[in-house]
C-alpha cells in the first residue's frame, strides 16, 4: 500500500481538533446529564419530605404545594394514572414522563410519581404534575441543553485558537529550518547555520549542514581525482599518438599484422583523447564542447564495430547493421562515447545471438537477443539496466553513457524481457 504523503502540520492540527471535539462533547453529554440527574434528586427528596409530612387515608388524598400524597393507587389524578401503570412503579424510585416539542425546547409538561416505604411502616403514593405557565418563551439559548451545546462550541473554539496559535509558534521555526536548508548551496555551506528557536531544530540544522559538507567533499575529491586524472593523461596519450604516427612512417607496409595492430592502437589512442577531453568537460559543468562537428553516423558506428570486434571472438554472434547516409553536427567524443558503450554493452552480454544495429536519420536503435536460454549462463546474458551496473566495467560506461545524453540533451531509452534488450538513442544536431 503506497503511504499517505500529508502535511504534518495539518494532521496534528486535525487529531488535535478531533481529540478535543469528542473529549468536549463527552464532557458536555456528562455535564447535562449531571444537571437533570441533580434536578431529578431534589424532586425525590421534596416528595419524601412531603410523603413523611402528610398521612393521608384511603379514598382521602392529600395536596400540599402542587403535591398529592395518597395511600392507594385509585387515589391519585388521572393525568398520573394515564401516563403510568401500577405495575411498573418500583419502591422509592421516581418515575417521569416529560413533554416537550424537541430536546432544545422547555418541557410544556412534566409528571412525576413514586411509591414510598418509610422505615417506621408507613407507604403510599406521591404525585406531582406540572404545567408550563403561559408566560412568554424564553430565548432559544436559556435552555440548558442549548446551554451544554453553546459551552462545548465555546470551548472547542478557544482550544482551536489555542492549538492554531500553539502549532504557529512551531511551524515557523520549522518553515525557517526548511527555508535555510532550500537556499543552502556550495557559497553558503561553509557559513555557520541559524539559530534557531528551539534546541532541537538548531541540532537539526547542524547535522544538515555536516551532512551536505561531507558530500561536498567527497563531490570535490572525485571532481578533482577526474580532473587531475584525465590531465595528466594527456601526456602519455600524446607520446602513445607520436609514436604510433612514427611507427606509421616506419613499419614494412608488406607487414599486415603490424597495420593492423597499429591501426588498433592507434583507434585506441583516439578513443582516450576523446575520452579525457570529456570526463574533463564533465567536471567542468556549464562550459560549452569545443568538438563540434560534421559526423556521418554510418561511418561512426561503422568504425565503433570494427574496433569492438574481437569482443566477438569465441562467440556465436550474428550483426546485422542498417544505416542511412544522414549527417549531422555534433560532439564527435561525445557521440563515440556514448555510441560505443551501447555498442560494446550488446556485443559483451551477447554469446549465442543476434545483434540488430538500426540507424535511421538521428535515431540509433541497438537490439541483442540470445538464441539458447538453457544454461545458466545463457540465461544471465539479456540484461537488465541493474545488471549492467554489476557487471564489471560495463555499468560504468552505462553510467557514462546516461551522463553525457543528458548534458548534451540526448534521449536514451531502455527497454527489455526476458528475451530482449533493446536501447534507443536519440541525438539533437548541436548541444
Known amino acids: 500500500m503506497a503511504p499517505i504523503h500529508m502535511s504534518l502540520r495539518r494532521y496534528i492540527l486535525a487529531a488535535l481538533l478531533v481529540l478535543a471535539t ?15 440527574t441533580g434536578l431529578d434528586d431534589m424532586m425525590k427528596g421534596t416528595m419524601l419530605n412531603m410523603a413523611q409530612a402528610h398521612h393521608p387515608q384511603p379514598g382521602y388524598p392529600i395536596q400540599a404545594h402542587n403535591f398529592v400524597v395518597a395511600s392507594q393507587w385509585q387515589d391519585l389524578p388521572e393525568p398520573i394514572r394515564a401516563a403510568f401503570t401500577r405495575q411498573e412503579i418500583e419502591t422509592n424510585t421516581l418515575h417521569k414522563l416529560v413533554t416537550r416539542d424537541n430536546m432544545l425546547t422547555r418541557p410544556s409538561e412534566a409528571r412525576f410519581v413514586m411509591f414510598f416505604e ?18 412568554p418563551p424564553k430565548s432559544w439559548f436559556q435552555g440548558p441543553e442549548m446551554l451544554g451545546i453553546l459551552f462545548a462550541l465555546g470551548t472547542l473554539a478557544l482550544f482551536a485558537a489555542i492549538l492554531v496559535m500553539l502549532m504557529r509558534t512551531v511551524t515557523r ?51 578533482e581525482f577526474v580532473s587531475y586524472a584525465s590531465h595528466e593523461l594527456r601526456t602519455p596519450i600524446a607520446v602513445i599518438r607520436s609514436s604510433v604516427e612514427l611507427l606509421h612512417r616506419l613499419d614494412d607496409p608488406r607487414n599486415d599484422k603490424g597495420q593492423k595492430a597499429l591501426m588498433r592502437i592507434d583507434h585506441a589512442s583516439q578513443a582516450m583523447v576523446a575520452l579525457t577531453e570529456t570526463l574533463l568537460w564533465l567536471s567542468r559543468k556549464g562550459q560549452p564542447l569545443r568538438d563540434l562537428k560534421p559526423v556521418k553516423l554510418a561511418e561512426l558506428i561503422d568504425a565503433l564495430m570494427q574496433d569492438l570486434a574481437y569482443l566477438k571472438q569465441g562467440k556465436q554472434v550474428d550483426v546485422a547493421m542498417h544505416t542511412d547516409d544522414y549527417h549531422c553536427e555534433l560532439s564527435h567524443s561525445g557521440a563515440t562515447i556514448v555510441i560505443g558503450n551501447l555498442l560494446r554493452n550488446a556485443i559483451q552480454h551477447t554469446h549465442h545471438g543476434a545483434i540488430s544495429v538500426t540507424q535511421t536519420q538521428h535515431i540509433l536503435e541497438i537490439e541483442n537477443r540470445e538464441y539458447d536460454h538453457s544454461t545458466e549462463d545463457n540465461a544471465q546474458n539479456t540484461h537488465a539496466p541493474d545488471e549492467l551496473n554489476n557487471a564489471s566495467g560495463y555499468g560504468l560506461g552505462l553510467d557514462l553513457a546516461r551522463r553525457l545524453c543528458d548534458e548534451l540533451g540526448w534521449q536514451l531509452n531502455i527497454t527489455h524481457d526476458a528475451q530482449r534488450f533493446c536501447v534507443t538513442l536519440i541525438l539533437s544536431q548541436r548541444y
Open 22 to 36: 469528542l473529549v468536549i462533547s463527552l464532557l458536555s453529554v456528562l455535564w447535562t446529564n449531571s444537571f437533570f
Open 173 to 223: 521555526p520549522v518553515a525557517e529550518l526548511h527555508a535555510w536548508a532550500a537556499e543552502l548551496d556550495h557559497h553558503s555551506l561553509d557559513e555557520p547555520p541559524p539559530v534557531f528557536r528551539y534546541r532541537e531544530l538548531t541540532t537539526l540544522a547542524e547535522l544538515i549542514q555536516q551532512s551536505l559538507q561531507q558530500v561536498k567533499h567527497s563531490l570535490d575529491r572525485e571532481q
Open 118 to 135: 418509610t422505615p417506621n411502616g408507613q407507604s403510599g403514593f406521591v404525585a406531582h404534575h406540572f404545567t408550563a405557565p403561559k408566560t
